[in-house]
């Protein structure tokens, strides 16, 4: 079996070849918490444009807790200059995406076409808006698989002519410090992955 790659080492590159420069990036954002600490490591090398698209959370009031948390952190944490979009919330995206695989366990197959799904209107989006580099929070979450977010990022940059900036955010102690500044800021973190599935799974329904 192959070595994994060592995302944290390829983002290391990415970062050296750009050197003074800080070209327009694309985050793809599943939610504040998430988001605090990538922001931190990206910020200092790119000009962040945060996507929040995520069709997969339920129930609604859910999805807009995420949504406005994520845009209030934005709004406190004056360290960072970013600019926010959300796109339009229609659940009936994700049920259409994931349809045959609703038992499927998490971290299955339908976690991944979740992450595609997800990431490619990050990629559609960049590409419509003149961004060359995209990449996701997803892989801060220590739930979340990064061999998998990593391969559909290239898969996507290929197909839409852009570049993934590859990563692995939990590494270096990136998932703690989403904790620290969690706390700091005092964010509300949700205790499920976020899609029907994941809150059925821990009787959150």
């Not at 200059?81 to 919330?89: A, F, G, H, T």
Request: proline fraction near 7%.
């Amino acid at each position: 079996m192959a070595n994994k790659p060592n995302y944290p080492a390829q983002m290391d590159q990415v970062f050296a070849a750009l050197g003074d420069e800080r070209p327009p990036l694309l985050l793809h954002a599943c939610c504040g918490p998430c988001s605090s600490s990538v922001l931190e490591v990206l910020c200092a090398h790119f000009q962040v444009t945060v996507l929040y698209y995520n069709p997969n959370i339920w129930p609604p009031e859910e999805y807009r807790r995420r949504a406005d948390e994520l845009a209030s952190f934005l709004q406190r944490a004056h360290t960072l200059d970013v600019k926010l979009v959300e796109e339009p919330y229609d659940p009936q995206e994700f049920y259409t995406a994931v349809q045959g695989l609703e038992q499927e366990p998490e971290k299955g197959g339908r976690c991944t076409v979740c992450y595609r799904l997800r990431m490619e209107r990050a990629a559609q989006y960049a590409k419509a808006h003149g961004f060359v580099w995209f990449t996701t929070t997803l892989s801060v979450s220590p739930l979340k698989d990064p061999i998998r977010i990593n391969q559909i990022g290239e898969e996507l940059a290929a197909q839409y002519g852009l570049r993934h900036l590859p990563s692995e955010f939990k590494k270096r102690d990136g998932y703690k410090r989403s904790l620290e500044l969690s706390r700091e800021y005092g964010l509300y973190r949700q205790d499920y992955c976020g899609c029907e599935f994941s809150a059925r799974a821990r009787g959150k329904a």
